[in-house]
């Protein structure tokens, strides 16, 4: 494990790994609960929120089934709930993979759970922060300074 993350910063260092590559390959092997977890961090003083987990990730690909049969085989996640347009697969009781088709492959977004979640106060929140958070139904998003989004969420938050 230590020597594939040390090839991993190293590729990153060098520049032949970009920052979305680098937090798409920690993802996924946090996803696949391949490490252990951390310990948890002490919230730094004046954060916006102070994240409790990675709740999910969303991933666009071209091809649900396909993408589907990938995950199952190579990281024996199991599927949620599935549709012609999203695939949703279970990693451990809580956290998830979500699948939408998209003819552009890629990362859609990812969500971090937070304590004591309520959308119009971390609406209010966010943008107290300078940010310019969207609020769709109970869920919020914001982009972080490389414009990929980010979702808060209720530690339940579930597939």
């Not at 993802?27 to 994240?51: D, K, L």
């Not at 956290?95 to 209010?124: K, L, N, W």
Request: overall charge positive.
């Amino acid at each position: 494990m230590n020597a594939w993350l040390n090839r991993m910063l190293d590729a990153y260092e060098r520049g032949a790994l970009s920052r979305r590559d680098l937090l798409a390959g920690l993802t996924g092997v946090a996803a696949a609960g391949v490490a252990p977890p951390p310990p948890p961090p002490r919230p730094r003083e004046g954060s916006t929120f102070r994240g409790v987990n990675l709740n999910h990730l969303a991933l666009r690909v071209t091809d649900i089934p396909r993408s589907r049969a990938f995950y199952q085989k190579h990281l024996g996640l199991t599927v949620a709930s599935e549709g012609e347009q999203s695939c949703f697969l279970r990693c451990r009781e809580r956290d998830f993979v979500a699948m939408f088709r998209s003819q552009t492959p890629g990362m859609d977004h990812f969500c971090f759970s937070i304590d004591r979640y309520e959308p119009a106060a971390a609406v209010a929140k966010l943008s107290d922060a300078g940010l310019e958070p969207r609020r769709r139904g109970d869920r919020v998003y914001f982009d972080d300074p490389d414009g990929i989004e980010v979702q808060v969420a209720a530690r339940e938050h579930r597939v």
